[in-house]
Each structure stands twice: as C-alpha cells, then as structure tokens.
C-alpha cells in the first residue's frame, strides 16, 4: 500500500530570468522524478520557493511544461536570512510511493549542494 511521502529538492539559477529560472527548475524536477522512479501520476502537490532575489518566474510554470497539469502548485518567497544562499529554488514534493523515507532521494543542485552539507553539520 502506497503512503504519501515528501521529496525535497533545491538549486539556483544563474540570473534573475524567466528562461533561467524555468531552466534550473526543470532540471531539479527531472531528475527528481528520475532519482525516484517517479510517474507524473504518482505526485500529489509542489510547494516552491525562492530566494527574494528570484521574481522574473514562478518555478511552478516549469512544472506545467514538462507535464505536471493535474498537480497541485503552490509558491512563495523564502524567509530573508543574512548570509542566506542567493538566487536560491526550493521544492518540496508530495508524492504516492511504496518507498521508506530512507529510500527517497532528495535532490540538490548547482550551488545547491552546500544546502545539504549544511544541514548535517548542525545535526
């Protein structure tokens, strides 16, 4: 019986453009789909984020262009910490999955991977 399970995913754009937020988000979806044998029909929601300095784009837009039409999309702005990555896209997905939580693959991109680093080092 499959459970609902969270996936999380971040990476940065180079700019504050349309076509490299759409991009960067792309990328960060696919392989988050591909890393967890994913089907479109399998996710439930998206909830995204980005860093103040990112607002040429809604990240969800990517999603509705590589075939996510009957997700639920949701974004927002992170909050503005100093120090804080810039031009930072945060995703946390929702999906149907057999998976355990320790078999999901949370995806971390570009300058992105220093977010998860971080994360164990206050652990």
Not at 4 to 21: F, H, K, L, Y
Request: glycine letters at 2%.
């Amino acid at each position: 019986m499959s459970k609902v399970q969270a996936i999380r995913g971040a990476t940065t754009s180079p700019s504050n453009s349309s076509e490299e937020i759409l991009a960067a988000t792309a990328e960060m979806l696919d392989l988050i789909i591909k890393e967890n044998s994913l089907k479109v029909d399998d996710i439930i929601s998206a909830f995204f984020t980005t860093t103040q300095d990112l607002n040429a784009e809604f990240p969800p837009v990517a999603a509705r262009k590589i075939g996510w039409v009957n997700v639920a999309l949701m974004c927002s702005h992170e909050m503005k910490v100093p120090g804080a990555l810039p031009k930072c896209i945060r995703v946390m997905v929702h999906v149907n999955t057999d998976k355990n939580p320790t078999d999901i693959v949370n995806i971390y991109l570009r300058d992105a991977v220093n977010l998860r680093k971080r994360e164990f080092e206050d652990d």
